[in-house]
T-cell receptor, first 117, second 112 residues
């Protein structure tokens, strides 16, 4: 069965520090997709990135970067030079291709990041 | 282009009451889902639909019904509300390219 583990429940950093949010997943499927979502204090869910299981290239988008390693079943998210606006709950999620075609998302329990000014 | 629209944003129900949470999308997406978010548990799938007329159960379907009569709408019905259904409910949709699901802004439901 699929599983997503975000072991870090809460993290606090001082502004401008770098921070890495960990995500470990389990799946029996060979084709799957990994996601990160941001949930700011306002409550909406904001899509950040999607990765498919065949693409292990790391990705950088501004201050955000993602490290996908199939060997360790991890998809970690790093924020460089954190800012107060990065304060949010971050969710890692997995969808598996073989299931029904719906590719529903299975979420981790989230990591609450607080950036202290 | 409104994306995914959920109504209401807030609702208080008494135990045993029924209600329908509305979800509509204007992106012609085939796939729609309902999730509930509870503290410390992330988001869990309630029901989902792969197209009009087709629905299926997710991880936590008990106490909820859905239907999908049109591509645009996917309402979630609580037949007899219980305090355990106090939660934040999110509706989501995606097209066939499997890029990230688009989520509605959520409905905060309290059952007293």
């Amino acid at each position: 069965a699929q599983k997503v583990t975000q072991a870090q429940t809460e993290i606090s950093v001082v502004e401008k520090e770098d921070v890495t949010l960990d995500c470990v997943y389990e799946t029996r499927d060979t084709t799957y997709y990994l996601f990160w979502y941001k949930q700011p204090p306002s409550g909406e869910l904001v899509f950040l990135i999607r990765r498919n299981s065949f693409d292990e290239q790391n990705e950088i988008s501004g201050r955000y970067s993602w490290n996908f390693q199939k060997s360790t079943s991890s998809f970690n998210f790093t924020i460089t030079a954190s800012q107060v606006v990065d304060s949010a709950v971050y969710f890692c999620a997995l969808s598996e291709r073989y299931q029904t075609g719906a590719n529903n998302l299975f979420f981790g329990t989230g990591t609450r990041l607080t950036v202290i000014p | 282009n409104a994306g995914v629209t959920q109504t209401p944003k807030f609702q208080v129900l008494k135990t045993g009451q029924s209600m329908t949470l509305q979800c509509a999308q204007d992106m012609n997406h085939e796939y729609m889902s309902w999730y509930r978010q509870d503290p410390g548990m992330g988001l869990r799938l309630i029901h989902y639909s792969v197209g009009a007329g087709i629905t299926d159960q997710g991880e936590v379907p008990n106490g909820y019904n859905v239907s999908r009569s049109t591509t645009e709408d996917f309402p979630l019905r609580l037949l007899s509300a219980a305090p355990s259904q106090t939660s934040v409910y999110f509706c989501a949709s995606r097209g066939s390219t499997n890029y990230g699901y688009t989520f509605g802004s959520g409905t905060r439901l309290t059952v007293v």
